[in-house]
């Protein structure tokens, strides 16, 4: 497989969290041009936003894929949906979130997507997990991964529940 190498963040704060995550994994694999190469530590932590809900379970995955980032986006917004995603709340709870973080080294700048996400720089539930699989990421017009988490110290908590190997 050509591959581009793009990195996800999964998040989920309704139900089996857990569960939910690891359907998302499964869902992505099946997809013929989508391979999940590494993940993440399973990691609990606070809710950004809308603070009145229950805490995320997050983690970041590296995935190959010969799917471009509108397909690739298309593909996990279907797996959202599979999983039971229902809209309410802006930043409120959600079975499943699969946030495109990087692909490649690019940017992309559309109506419907923007890479890399508009957000990342100040989550530490993205940041963490994302230096953990990679500290020197380019993440483009900023730097690599872990120099953006030294730059965002203070924040929501994020707690490691589980290593790759456990979940
Ligand atoms: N890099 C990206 N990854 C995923 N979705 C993106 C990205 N950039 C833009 N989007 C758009 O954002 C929308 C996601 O809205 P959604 O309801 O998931 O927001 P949210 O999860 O509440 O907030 P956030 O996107 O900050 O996590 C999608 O419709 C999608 O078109
Ligand atoms: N801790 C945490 N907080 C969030 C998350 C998330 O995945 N984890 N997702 C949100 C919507 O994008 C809003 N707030």
């Given at each position: 497989?050509?591959?581009?190498?793009?990195?996800?963040?999964?998040?989920?704060?309704?139900?089996?969290?857990?569960?939910?995550?690891?359907?998302?994994?499964?869902?992505l694999d099946?997809?013929?041009?989508?391979?999940v190469?590494?993940?993440?530590?399973?990691?609990?932590?606070?809710?950004?936003?809308?603070?009145?809900?229950?805490?995320?379970?997050?983690?970041?995955?590296?995935?190959?894929?010969?799917?471009?980032?509108?397909?690739?986006?298309?593909?996990?917004?279907?797996?959202?949906?599979?999983?039971?995603?229902?809209?309410?709340?802006?930043?409120?709870?959600?079975?499943?979130?699969?946030?495109?973080?990087?692909?490649?080294?690019?940017?992309?700048?559309?109506?419907?997507?923007?890479?890399?996400?508009?957000?990342?720089?100040?989550?530490?539930?993205?940041?963490?997990?994302?230096?953990?699989?990679?500290?020197?990421?380019?993440?483009?017009?900023?730097?690599?991964?872990?120099?953006?988490?030294?730059?965002?110290?203070?924040?929501?908590?994020?707690?490691?529940?589980?290593?790759?190997?456990?979940?």
């Amino acid at each position: 497989m050509h591959a581009n190498s793009a990195y996800l963040s999964l998040g989920s704060n309704l139900g089996d969290k857990e569960a939910y995550l690891k359907k998302a994994l499964v869902y992505l694999d099946e997809v013929p041009e989508i391979r999940v190469a590494q993940k993440s530590s399973l990691y609990q932590t606070d809710p950004v936003g809308y603070t009145e809900q229950d805490f995320f379970l997050n983690a970041v995955v590296r995935v190959e894929t010969t799917l471009n980032p509108d397909e690739l986006l298309k593909n996990t917004q279907e797996i959202e949906n599979r999983l039971g995603r229902k809209r309410t709340i802006h930043w409120g709870p959600r079975t499943m979130d699969i946030d495109i973080l990087l692909f490649n080294e690019e940017k992309v700048s559309k109506p419907d997507l923007v890479i890399p996400h508009a957000e990342m720089l100040h989550r530490r539930f993205v940041l963490v997990p994302l230096a953990e699989l990679d500290r020197q990421i380019l993440i483009p017009g900023f730097g690599q991964a872990g120099k953006a988490l030294e730059d965002c110290p203070d924040g929501e908590r994020v707690f490691l529940v589980k290593t790759a190997e456990q979940w």
